[in-house]
């Protein structure tokens, strides 16, 4: 059975152009609840462990720089079959192979500068979202 949670971050590119409200309106209009949310920076070691699962790819060092390189917008969304329904609401990581009126197609500058991230699963949302926020964060 699907899960009712997901994380998110919008990313420093897309904190970076202004379009945190935009991307907000657009999570809310298809239904989801943010039940945690916060403006933060991630330190070059946090973005390390968050992305530690692509230690070993070639990108991983301009991932953990790029996401350590301005603040991000953290959050935790709710809806039934949330991890599902915020993938497509996001789009392809790519944005040029991005359904229209998605995030990424409206927001997202390249395949590295993507403007969100969205959980993979049920079981990632939850480790995603206690990575970022404590119990007594979360409403």
């Not at 420093?12 to 202004?18: E, H, I, M, Q, T």
């Not at 944005?95 to 995030?103: D, M, V, Y």
């Not at 500068?113 to 206690?130: I, K, L």
């Amino acid at each position: 059975m699907a899960g009712n949670k997901t994380f998110t971050m919008i990313k420093p590119d897309a904190v970076k152009a202004g379009h945190i409200g935009n991307i907000l309106q657009q999570i809310n209009l298809a239904g989801f609840r943010i039940a945690a949310m916060k403006l933060t920076q991630l330190s070059p070691q946090k973005a390390g462990e968050f992305y530690a699962i692509h230690r070993e790819r070639p990108f991983y060092q301009e991932l953990v720089a790029f996401m350590s390189s301005g603040p991000i917008v953290a959050a935790i969304l709710e809806k039934d079959n949330a991890v599902e329904d915020f993938r497509k609401l996001i789009g392809a990581t790519d944005p040029s192979k991005a359904e229209p009126g998605t995030i990424r197609a409206r927001f997202a500058k390249s395949v590295g500068e993507n403007a969100v991230h969205g959980s993979d699963s049920d079981e990632n949302a939850h480790v995603e979202s206690t990575f970022h926020f404590a119990a007594t964060e979360m409403f």
